[in-house]
Protein backbone atom coordinates (compact mmCIF):
# COMPACT_ATOMS: atom_id res chain seq x y z
CA UNK A 1 0.00 0.00 0.00
CA UNK A 2 1.42 3.19 -0.88
CA UNK A 3 0.08 7.07 -0.36
CA UNK A 4 -2.33 8.93 -2.41
CA UNK A 5 -2.94 12.74 -2.92
CA UNK A 6 -6.19 13.12 -3.13
CA UNK A 7 -7.18 16.85 -4.87
CA UNK A 8 -10.41 18.12 -3.95
CA UNK A 9 -12.99 20.24 -6.52
CA UNK A 10 -11.26 23.48 -4.49
CA UNK A 11 -7.84 22.59 -5.57
CA UNK A 12 -6.56 21.40 -1.82
CA UNK A 13 -4.47 18.59 -1.99
CA UNK A 14 -4.56 16.31 0.72
CA UNK A 15 -1.94 12.94 1.13
CA UNK A 16 -4.23 10.20 1.90
CA UNK A 17 -1.70 6.87 3.79
CA UNK A 18 -3.64 3.90 2.39
CA UNK A 19 -2.12 1.38 4.48
CA UNK A 20 -3.03 3.88 7.58
CA UNK A 21 -6.64 4.67 6.44
CA UNK A 22 -6.99 0.39 6.63
CA UNK A 23 -5.60 0.23 9.93
CA UNK A 24 -7.88 3.62 11.35
CA UNK A 25 -10.86 1.76 9.94
CA UNK A 26 -10.29 -2.24 11.02
CA UNK A 27 -9.37 -0.61 14.62
CA UNK A 28 -12.76 1.29 14.39
CA UNK A 29 -14.37 -1.65 13.71
CA UNK A 30 -12.67 -3.97 16.59
CA UNK A 31 -13.21 -1.24 18.81
CA UNK A 32 -17.08 -1.20 17.72
CA UNK A 33 -17.08 -5.15 17.69
CA UNK A 34 -16.05 -5.45 21.08
CA UNK A 35 -18.38 -2.96 22.37
CA UNK A 36 -21.39 -3.99 21.45
CA UNK A 37 -20.11 -7.85 22.81
CA UNK A 38 -19.10 -5.94 26.26
CA UNK A 39 -22.38 -4.83 26.34
CA UNK A 40 -24.20 -8.20 26.08
CA UNK A 41 -21.86 -9.55 28.79
CA UNK A 42 -22.59 -9.79 31.86
CA UNK A 43 -24.83 -11.52 34.88
CA UNK A 44 -27.87 -11.01 32.48
CA UNK A 45 -26.32 -12.09 28.86
CA UNK A 46 -27.55 -10.72 26.08
CA UNK A 47 -27.13 -11.86 22.05
CA UNK A 48 -25.08 -9.38 20.25
CA UNK A 49 -28.87 -9.05 17.82
CA UNK A 50 -30.90 -8.26 21.08
CA UNK A 51 -27.81 -5.78 21.98
CA UNK A 52 -27.96 -3.84 18.23
CA UNK A 53 -31.93 -4.20 18.31
CA UNK A 54 -32.08 -2.83 21.63
CA UNK A 55 -29.18 0.36 20.57
CA UNK A 56 -31.66 0.96 17.71
CA UNK A 57 -34.86 1.17 20.08
CA UNK A 58 -36.34 -2.19 19.42
CA UNK A 59 -35.90 -4.27 22.43
CA UNK A 60 -38.10 -4.36 25.05
CA UNK A 61 -38.24 -2.67 28.36
CA UNK A 62 -35.95 -4.99 30.62
CA UNK A 63 -33.32 -5.27 27.65
CA UNK A 64 -33.48 -1.28 27.42
CA UNK A 65 -32.75 -0.78 31.00
CA UNK A 66 -29.58 -3.28 31.17
CA UNK A 67 -28.08 -1.72 27.70
CA UNK A 68 -28.89 2.24 28.18
CA UNK A 69 -28.85 2.16 31.61
CA UNK A 70 -26.66 0.20 32.92
CA UNK A 71 -24.09 -1.07 30.36
CA UNK A 72 -23.80 1.41 27.38
CA UNK A 73 -22.05 4.15 29.58
CA UNK A 74 -19.75 1.58 30.88
CA UNK A 75 -18.92 0.86 27.44
CA UNK A 76 -18.75 4.95 26.47
CA UNK A 77 -16.44 5.42 29.33
CA UNK A 78 -13.97 2.91 28.24
CA UNK A 79 -14.14 4.00 24.38
CA UNK A 80 -13.34 7.43 25.32
CA UNK A 81 -11.03 6.74 27.87
CA UNK A 82 -8.91 4.53 25.54
CA UNK A 83 -8.98 6.82 23.01
CA UNK A 84 -7.95 9.63 25.08
CA UNK A 85 -5.13 7.39 26.77
CA UNK A 86 -3.73 6.29 23.30
CA UNK A 87 -3.88 10.16 21.89
CA UNK A 88 -2.34 11.11 24.93
CA UNK A 89 0.90 8.86 24.75
CA UNK A 90 1.12 9.54 21.19
CA UNK A 91 1.36 12.98 21.64
CA UNK A 92 3.95 12.50 24.39
CA UNK A 93 5.71 9.76 22.84
CA UNK A 94 6.35 12.10 19.33
CA UNK A 95 6.76 15.30 21.64
CA UNK A 96 9.68 13.72 23.68
CA UNK A 97 10.85 11.64 20.41
CA UNK A 98 11.03 8.51 22.95
CA UNK A 99 9.19 5.49 23.15
CA UNK A 100 9.19 5.73 27.22
CA UNK A 101 7.31 9.32 27.16
CA UNK A 102 3.94 8.13 28.15
CA UNK A 103 1.81 9.16 30.79
CA UNK A 104 2.67 6.59 32.77
CA UNK A 105 6.35 6.91 32.68
CA UNK A 106 6.28 10.93 33.46
CA UNK A 107 3.88 10.76 36.41
CA UNK A 108 0.44 11.85 35.50
CA UNK A 109 -1.50 9.37 36.43
CA UNK A 110 0.52 9.39 39.64
CA UNK A 111 -0.66 13.01 39.79
CA UNK A 112 -4.16 12.25 39.42
CA UNK A 113 -3.93 9.79 41.89
CA UNK A 114 -2.31 12.37 44.35
CA UNK A 115 -5.27 14.76 43.81
CA UNK A 116 -8.02 11.97 44.05
CA UNK A 117 -5.99 10.94 47.73
CA UNK A 118 -6.01 14.40 49.06
CA UNK A 119 -9.84 14.36 48.43
CA UNK A 120 -10.44 11.28 49.66
CA UNK A 121 -8.21 10.67 52.41
CA UNK A 122 -8.13 14.74 53.76
CA UNK A 123 -11.92 15.67 52.85
CA UNK A 124 -13.84 12.85 52.22
CA UNK A 125 -14.81 13.97 49.80
CA UNK A 126 -18.06 12.48 46.86
CA UNK A 127 -17.41 10.32 43.90
CA UNK A 128 -17.66 13.83 42.08
CA UNK A 129 -15.40 16.05 44.35
CA UNK A 130 -12.67 13.23 43.69
CA UNK A 131 -12.95 13.37 40.12
CA UNK A 132 -12.33 17.24 39.75
CA UNK A 133 -9.27 16.40 42.26
CA UNK A 134 -7.60 14.11 39.94
CA UNK A 135 -8.26 16.45 36.94
CA UNK A 136 -6.79 19.21 39.10
CA UNK A 137 -3.75 16.79 40.34
CA UNK A 138 -2.94 15.64 37.00
CA UNK A 139 -2.95 19.19 35.45
CA UNK A 140 -0.42 20.76 38.57
CA UNK A 141 1.68 17.77 37.58
CA UNK A 142 2.21 18.14 33.81
CA UNK A 143 2.60 21.43 34.64
CA UNK A 144 5.46 20.48 36.99
CA UNK A 145 6.84 18.63 34.47
CA UNK A 146 7.01 21.42 31.54
CA UNK A 147 8.22 23.68 33.89
CA UNK A 148 11.07 21.56 35.54
CA UNK A 149 12.07 20.18 31.56
CA UNK A 150 12.40 23.75 30.39
CA UNK A 151 15.48 25.16 29.50
CA UNK A 152 15.74 27.02 26.53
CA UNK A 153 12.91 24.29 25.05
CA UNK A 154 11.81 21.51 26.03
CA UNK A 155 13.73 18.59 24.22
CA UNK A 156 12.93 14.64 24.93
CA UNK A 157 15.14 12.73 27.36
CA UNK A 158 15.32 15.63 29.71
CA UNK A 159 11.39 15.12 29.59
CA UNK A 160 11.83 11.93 30.39
CA UNK A 161 13.86 12.24 33.05
CA UNK A 162 12.27 14.80 34.39
CA UNK A 163 9.03 12.96 34.46
CA UNK A 164 10.30 10.08 35.72
CA UNK A 165 11.60 12.13 39.53
CA UNK A 166 8.19 13.58 39.32
CA UNK A 167 6.52 10.63 39.16
CA UNK A 168 8.97 9.05 42.18
CA UNK A 169 8.14 11.84 44.09
CA UNK A 170 4.18 12.04 44.00
CA UNK A 171 4.58 8.00 44.19
CA UNK A 172 6.08 8.37 47.59
CA UNK A 173 3.45 11.09 48.30
CA UNK A 174 1.00 8.67 47.45
CA UNK A 175 1.79 6.12 49.74
CA UNK A 176 2.02 8.54 52.56
CA UNK A 177 -1.34 9.74 51.71
CA UNK A 178 -2.88 6.29 52.21
CA UNK A 179 -0.59 5.30 55.74
CA UNK A 180 -2.70 8.70 57.27
CA UNK A 181 -5.79 7.39 55.95
CA UNK A 182 -8.20 5.21 58.17
CA UNK A 183 -9.46 1.52 56.71
CA UNK A 184 -12.62 2.66 54.99
CA UNK A 185 -10.99 5.68 52.82
CA UNK A 186 -8.18 3.14 52.31
CA UNK A 187 -9.99 0.90 50.97
CA UNK A 188 -11.37 3.15 48.76
CA UNK A 189 -8.39 4.65 47.26
CA UNK A 190 -7.14 1.78 46.48
CA UNK A 191 -10.38 0.66 45.10
CA UNK A 192 -9.81 4.19 43.00
CA UNK A 193 -6.21 3.22 42.29
CA UNK A 194 -6.91 0.01 40.59
CA UNK A 195 -8.28 1.43 37.46
CA UNK A 196 -11.91 0.46 36.76
CA UNK A 197 -15.20 0.91 34.86
CA UNK A 198 -17.07 -0.84 37.03
CA UNK A 199 -20.35 1.64 38.53
CA UNK A 200 -19.38 4.20 35.28
CA UNK A 201 -22.41 5.97 34.50
CA UNK A 202 -23.63 9.00 31.51
CA UNK A 203 -22.39 11.31 34.67
CA UNK A 204 -18.94 10.28 33.01
CA UNK A 205 -19.86 10.06 29.58
CA UNK A 206 -20.68 13.69 29.10
CA UNK A 207 -17.27 15.31 29.73
CA UNK A 208 -15.28 12.86 28.60
CA UNK A 209 -17.56 13.41 25.26
CA UNK A 210 -17.16 16.87 25.32
CA UNK A 211 -13.01 17.23 25.85
CA UNK A 212 -12.61 14.89 23.08
CA UNK A 213 -14.90 16.74 20.96
CA UNK A 214 -12.55 20.08 21.73
CA UNK A 215 -9.20 18.43 21.67
CA UNK A 216 -9.13 15.78 19.19
CA UNK A 217 -9.97 18.39 16.05
CA UNK A 218 -7.31 20.87 17.93
CA UNK A 219 -4.71 17.96 17.97
CA UNK A 220 -5.68 16.67 14.87
CA UNK A 221 -5.12 20.38 12.69
CA UNK A 222 -1.41 20.36 14.38
CA UNK A 223 -0.48 17.37 12.96
CA UNK A 224 1.91 18.51 10.53
CA UNK A 225 3.56 20.79 12.65
CA UNK A 226 4.10 18.09 14.87
CA UNK A 227 5.53 15.86 11.95
CA UNK A 228 7.83 18.47 11.10
CA UNK A 229 9.23 18.31 14.67
CA UNK A 230 9.98 15.20 14.71
CA UNK A 231 12.87 16.40 12.25
CA UNK A 232 14.40 18.68 15.27
CA UNK A 233 13.56 21.77 16.20
CA UNK A 234 15.92 23.89 14.02
CA UNK A 235 14.39 22.14 10.86
CA UNK A 236 11.45 23.12 11.97
CA UNK A 237 11.37 26.56 12.43
CA UNK A 238 13.01 26.42 8.80
CA UNK A 239 9.95 25.08 7.68
CA UNK A 240 7.81 27.62 9.48
CA UNK A 241 6.54 25.89 12.43
CA UNK A 242 6.08 27.52 15.67
CA UNK A 243 8.18 24.97 17.42
CA UNK A 244 7.08 26.15 21.36
CA UNK A 245 4.19 27.27 20.73
CA UNK A 246 2.85 23.70 18.90
CA UNK A 247 4.88 22.02 22.06
CA UNK A 248 3.46 23.93 24.45
CA UNK A 249 -0.95 23.83 23.01
CA UNK A 250 -0.04 19.81 22.25
CA UNK A 251 1.14 19.42 25.78
CA UNK A 252 -1.27 20.76 27.53
CA UNK A 253 -3.77 18.82 25.00
CA UNK A 254 -2.23 15.56 26.27
CA UNK A 255 -2.39 16.60 29.80
CA UNK A 256 -5.61 17.40 29.70
CA UNK A 257 -6.84 13.86 28.04
CA UNK A 258 -4.68 11.96 30.17
CA UNK A 259 -6.41 13.94 33.29
CA UNK A 260 -9.81 13.75 32.43
CA UNK A 261 -9.15 9.93 30.90
CA UNK A 262 -8.07 9.42 34.69
CA UNK A 263 -10.71 11.13 37.00
CA UNK A 264 -13.14 9.08 35.14
CA UNK A 265 -11.67 5.53 35.12
CA UNK A 266 -8.92 5.57 37.45
CA UNK A 267 -5.33 5.15 36.71
CA UNK A 268 -5.70 2.92 33.95
CA UNK A 269 -1.90 1.57 34.02
CA UNK A 270 -0.10 0.94 30.22
CA UNK A 271 -2.68 1.77 28.16
CA UNK A 272 -1.03 5.31 26.94
CA UNK A 273 2.22 3.69 26.66
CA UNK A 274 1.33 0.41 24.51
CA UNK A 275 -1.35 2.05 22.26
CA UNK A 276 1.11 4.23 20.15
CA UNK A 277 3.78 1.50 19.54
CA UNK A 278 1.06 -1.15 18.27
CA UNK A 279 -0.42 1.80 16.12
CA UNK A 280 2.77 2.71 14.75
CA UNK A 281 3.59 -1.13 14.14
CA UNK A 282 0.67 -1.92 12.19
CA UNK A 283 0.81 1.54 9.88
CA UNK A 284 3.92 1.14 9.73
CA UNK A 285 4.43 4.74 9.07
CA UNK A 286 7.27 6.51 11.03
CA UNK A 287 4.90 9.51 11.80
CA UNK A 288 3.13 10.43 15.40
CA UNK A 289 0.14 8.55 13.86
CA UNK A 290 -2.42 10.37 16.02
CA UNK A 291 -5.40 8.84 14.98
CA UNK A 292 -4.27 5.23 14.55
CA UNK A 293 -3.31 5.49 18.37
CA UNK A 294 -6.60 6.81 19.45
CA UNK A 295 -8.35 3.79 17.72
CA UNK A 296 -6.24 1.51 19.12
CA UNK A 297 -6.63 2.41 22.64
CA UNK A 298 -9.98 2.37 22.81
CA UNK A 299 -9.86 -1.12 21.11
CA UNK A 300 -7.14 -1.98 23.70
CA UNK A 301 -9.62 -1.15 26.82
CA UNK A 302 -12.64 -2.22 25.56
CA UNK A 303 -11.41 -5.10 24.93
CA UNK A 304 -9.23 -5.87 27.59
CA UNK A 305 -12.52 -4.76 29.77
CA UNK A 306 -14.35 -7.84 27.96
CA UNK A 307 -11.42 -10.57 28.50
CA UNK A 308 -11.22 -9.75 32.50
CA UNK A 309 -14.98 -9.75 32.63
CA UNK A 310 -14.99 -13.52 30.59
CA UNK A 311 -12.45 -14.71 32.64
CA UNK A 312 -13.15 -13.49 36.32
CA UNK A 313 -17.15 -12.81 35.92
CA UNK A 314 -18.57 -9.38 35.57
CA UNK A 315 -17.08 -6.99 38.29
CA UNK A 316 -14.38 -9.51 39.76
CA UNK A 317 -11.52 -8.04 37.66
CA UNK A 318 -10.67 -4.15 36.96
CA UNK A 319 -9.89 -3.56 34.16
CA UNK A 320 -6.75 -1.46 35.21
CA UNK A 321 -5.13 -5.02 36.87
CA UNK A 322 -5.18 -6.66 33.42
CA UNK A 323 -4.10 -3.77 31.58
CA UNK A 324 -1.08 -3.65 34.18
CA UNK A 325 -0.16 -6.85 33.97
CA UNK A 326 -0.46 -7.02 29.93
CA UNK A 327 1.62 -3.29 29.91
CA UNK A 328 4.13 -4.28 32.10
CA UNK A 329 5.39 -7.28 29.92
CA UNK A 330 5.01 -4.87 26.90
CA UNK A 331 7.74 -2.57 28.70
CA UNK A 332 9.71 -5.09 29.38
CA UNK A 333 10.07 -6.38 26.13
CA UNK A 334 10.41 -2.86 24.89
CA UNK A 335 13.01 -2.08 27.17
CA UNK A 336 15.26 -5.03 25.81
CA UNK A 337 14.28 -4.31 22.44
CA UNK A 338 15.52 -0.52 22.59
CA UNK A 339 18.94 -1.32 24.92
CA UNK A 340 19.74 -3.96 22.00
CA UNK A 341 18.94 -1.16 19.29
CA UNK A 342 21.82 0.76 21.82
CA UNK A 343 19.42 3.81 22.52
CA UNK A 344 19.22 3.10 26.00
Not at 218 to 247: H, I, K, P, Q
Not at 312 to 336: H, I, S
Request: a positive charge; proline letters at 4%; hydrophobic letters at 55%.
Amino acid sequence: MTNRAIRTPGGLSVRLDVRAFVVVALLLLAALAASVVLIGTGDFPISTGDVLKTLLGNGNAGQEFIVNDLRLPRVLVGLLVGASLGLGGALFQAISRNPLGSPDVLGLGQGATAGALVVIVLMSGSAAQVTVGALVGGLVTGMAIYLLAWKRGVHGYRLVLVGIGVSAIVTAINGYLLTKSDLVDAARALVWMTGSLNGRDWDQVWPLLGLCAVLVPLVLANARGLRMMEMGDDVSNALGVRVERVRLLLMVAAVLLTATATAAAGPVSFVALTAPQLARRLTRSPGPNLLPSLCMGAALLVTADWASQRAFGADQLPVGVLTGVLGGVYLLWLLVTERKAGRI
